[in-house]
């Protein structure tokens, strides 16, 4: 009978030996998921060239493992509300010959953004 004693405590300590291994494994899979989801993140922020350069050498495997979706649409959603004045931006013509400022026209003509593809 007291041989089994021991066996039973090895068998025990080999189990919690084993659980901590697990709980180490999952803590550190889950830090590694937390970093990678506030780099994309960070990473989503940027500017669009910045962003895109990440992603150049990221691959398909951050948008099987992180919500992309949701990330961008909240990255990108702006703090603009209805009745704000439009930001500022600057655009070449077509033929490149000059520049075009959104701000150059407040207050002399009306101007009509549209956003959208016409294909």
């Known amino acids: 009978m007291e041989t089994a004693l021991p066996s039973i405590g090895a068998a025990r300590e080999k189990k919690r030996k084993r659980n901590r291994r697990l709980l180490s494994a999952a803590a550190c899979l889950a830090l590694l998921y937390a970093s990678g989801f506030a780099f994309f993140d960070h990473a989503m922020h940027q ?15 951050p948008f099987l493992l992180f919500p992309f979706e949701t990330m961008w649409k909240s990255a990108r959603a702006g703090h603009l509300s209805p009745g704000d004045p439009a930001p500022d931006f600057t655009l070449p013509l077509l033929d490149h010959s000059q520049q075009v400022t959104l701000s150059s026209f407040r207050g002399v003509k009306p101007v009509v953004l549209v956003f959208g593809s016409y294909t």
Do not use: C, D
């Not at 500017?47 to 495997?61: C, D, Q």
């Open 47 to 61: 500017p669009p060239e910045k962003f895109s350069r990440v992603m150049m050498h990221a691959g398909p495997i």
